[in-house]
Nanobody, 123 residues
Framework: VQLQASGGGLVQAGGSLRLSCAAS????????MGWFRQAPGKDREFVAV????????YYADSVKGRFTISRDSAKNTVYLQMNSLKPEDTAVYYC?????????????????WGQGTLVTVSS
């Protein structure tokens, strides 16, 4: 499974961005899709996850109510709509896929990773 993340950029605080993650290859072998982020000097942290079947979702408390994860199964693409962005949301955002179902929040539980896309929120 190959993952290609896109959609990052520079936005002012309070603005919005939508990230996309296109999956290719043996996508039938992937189950849940997650977004993580890593700010400079910090560990990679969980943002959101969506199940490929049933579209169950789970969010980190820090983004709940502001971010929405969704997926388009026909396009093998997962989205992260980010609203009301804050400077502390600045990070490289990574999409990830795991083969076994079960909404997970630890990076080590994911099998495939995209290359990351930079989101910068100015104050």
């Amino acid at each position: 499974v190959q993952l290609q993340a896109s959609g990052g950029g520079l936005v002012q605080a309070g603005g919005s961005l939508r990230l996309s993650c296109a999956a290719s290859g043996r996508t039938s072998s992937s189950s849940d899709m997650g977004w993580f982020r890593q700010a400079p000097g910090k560990d990679r942290e969980f943002v959101a996850v969506i199940s490929w079947v049933g579209a169950s979702t789970y969010y980190a408390d820090s983004v709940k109510g502001r971010f929405t994860i969704s997926r388009d199964s026909a396009k093998n693409t997962v989205y992260l709509q980010m609203n009301s962005l804050k400077p502390e949301d600045t990070a490289v955002y990574y999409c990830a896929a795991r083969v076994v179902a079960g909404l997970r929040v630890h990076a080590s539980d994911y099998d495939y990773w995209g290359q990351g896309t930079l989101v910068t929120v100015s104050s």
